[in-house]
């Protein structure tokens, strides 16, 4: 979804606990998170829905206990923006029009987990949307008072036009040209404060402009005060608005230099000094401009991100004292394949961006490949010395659909680090008019890498320690897979374990992780080292295959015994594979291996959950950990998890512990194991002092 990291706080209403669980395994298995509250009768809804964290309410179309029908009253009652959603069992048009009638913005086929993520991830942006429209006209009203007042005290020249007339001008602008008060000015022609020599084509540019044709940001004039005097002045224009209405903001500047020096000055102003590229700041001045006209659907225009690979390596191939003459071989090398009508600049310590006018998706992506060709082991000089290099480039169509500076930037970025993650050399393209095609190019491109990664054995283990509070000094330690780039750099889990799961991918990883760390258990049995190693199992490779055949065989070649092995499943994904999981539980728990829930806690009941099986470890979802030391409501959740694990045997985890105060607290509730890069980041080899 849009906010990958945002969370849903959802409100469920069904009859049984089970249907509202299996909803909520749903949307979690659409890569939706969620933190879900299910109220017990009417009463229970009323005081639920006082909480201002509640984004939504999912309620069964046919629910006894709290009709829907009153669900929807509840949430209207409250005058808030929640919208409803209704879960039905079969769509046809009374059914819809039935619960849009009752108050449903929208329904969702519970049968079909597509449809229910679909509904509840797109009603969620709406209101995402709806909410940030509030926050920005709030913002804007604000800003224009604040603007307002700054303009009444600058020393500046500004006035406001619409139509060619004032409509409001500071102090600084009537003394200017005379006037005693803005009562003298009002309605007044820009024409009137002209020279009469320049009446004529000042005239002409207030009709080009009422058509619609943008402004010069500049023009050099003649102006005349009120007592007929005339001066040389600078205009400069800007589009605004003033008490909602469109307008120009216009600053006269009186000439105090001469022309060619201003000119000099204000390049200065706009470029950088190592590569004499237009710099940043101008560059995002352009990048508004362009962005404001995709927002009124006007010209086809992309921006490029551009960065070496390897960058650090090759720096250090030829001195740091030379990485300014490799960023200006760069730029030449830019200049010369880009045509005139692009904006170079350099747009951070190793990167440039370009940006292409009239250019639609094909134009932009042949742009972006003649770049990428114009360095494929290109033989840059550096000082005394020569190095090759290749490029990354990760490019946006702005259109439309992608009208925000911050939304341009972010998706450019985030296609360049894809870029660079797949290998480097070349070209991420997102054009929201073509998001399906393009986002199944990289799709494949990430699925081809780690079948390659998987040949090619181009996978590595980091080690995380597990500490004990209770004073245990046994080796506990999380697995975690890395994937290596064919240029060397690692890539973490987050870029290729969603796209190997939905490939079916992840039950291969899966065994190399597996095979590699009874290895490694074995190794360190040989040195007298007792270790216990979590491994992370993802519970779609336990519905099919026979990953548990897989543990056995290589348990018994390596001489391992299986309490030494705990293997980690999700607890978001364990309702929807719970006839997996239980099948899997019961044979490996015959090799003497242990099983561990992570994210625990999440869940609307998580300890009815272990009434259908028997994990021997529990690991606290990062939620409830994350400032621990000073949110007493995760301190209780905590709390009641430890004690409730104790009444049934059961060891827990906390991770991503960040802090000694979360550190204190965790103690004092008695916690068995704590992880976090607080206490120990993960690492190459297996050396932590547990002494």
Known sequence: MAQQDAVIRLLLVEDQVEDAEFLISMLRNGGIAVRPQRPESPEDLTNLLVNPNIDMVLASYDAKYIPFATVAKQ?????????VLAAVNQLDEATVLAAI?????????????????????????????????????????????????????????????????HIRANEAYLEMFGFESFEDIEGLSLLDLVSPKHADSFK???????????????????????????????????????????????????????????KELDTLRQRDPVTGLFNRQHFMTEVEAVVAAA????????????????????????????????????????????????????????????????????QSLGLAEKVRAAFDNYLLEAGKQSITLTVSIGGVQIGEKIASVPQVLGKSNQCLQSAEGVGGNRIE???PAARDRAEEERIQAWVQRIKDALSGDQFVLNFQPMISLTGDTTEHYEVLVRMIAPSGEIVPPDQFMPIAEEHGLDDDIDRWVIGRSIALLAERKKTGKETTLFVKV????LAEGDLHKFIDSQLKAHSVPGENLVLQLPESKIYTHMRAVQAFEKIVSSFGCLLCVEQF?????????????????????????MDLAKNADNQKKVREIAEQARKQGKSTIAEFVSDAGSMTVLFSIGVDL??????????????????
Do not use: W
């Not at 224009?144 to 619409?162: F, K, Q, V």
């Not at 540019?205 to 009120?226: H, M, T, V, W």
């Not at 607080?678 to 002494?691: T, V």
């Open 75 to 83: 949430v209207e009652a409250t005058g808030k923006d929640i919208p």
């Open 101 to 165: 009638a009752a108050g449903a913005r929208d329904v969702a086929l519970r049968s079909r987990p597509e449809h229910v993520q679909f509904v509840a991830r797109n009603e969620f942006q709406a209101k995402q949307a709806r909410r940030s429209l509030r926050h920005l006209e709030a913002a804007l009203r604000e800003t224009e008072r604040r603007c307002d007042a700054l303009i009444s005290s600058s020393r500046d020249p500004i006035a406001y036009a619409h139509e060619g007339m």
């Open 204 to 262: 002409q540019l207030l009709k080009q402009i009422s058509k619609g044709e943008p402004p010069p940001k500049q023009l050099q004039i003649g102006a005349q005060r009120a007592d007929g005097e005339t001066f040389d002045a600078v205009m400069e224009f800007t589009p605004a608005t003033y008490e909602g209405e469109p307008c120009l903001q216009i600053v006269f500047r009186q000439k105090t230099m001469d022309a060619e020096m201003a």
């Open 295 to 362: 927002a009124d659907g006007k010209g086809n225009q992309s921006l490029l991100l551009i960065e070496p690979d390897n960058y650090e390596t090759r720096i250090g191939e030829v001195g740091l004292n030379h990485a300014d003459d490799v960023l200006k071989r760069m730029a030449e090398r830019l200049q010369s394949v880009l045509p005139d009508t692009t904006i170079l600049a350099r747009f951070s310590d190793h990167s440039f961006a370009v940006l292409a006018r009239e250019h639609d998706h094909k």
């Open 429 to 431: 393209f997102f054009d």
């Open 538 to 541: 993802a519970p779609a490779s």
């Open 601 to 625: 806690g999440i869940s609307l009941n998580s300890f009815q959950m272990l009434s259908h099986f028997n994990p021997a470890v529990l690991k606290i979802d990062r939620s409830f950990i």
């Open 674 to 691: 704590v992880q976090g890069n607080f206490l120990a980041p993960p690492m190459q080899a297996m050396n932590y002092d547990f002494g």
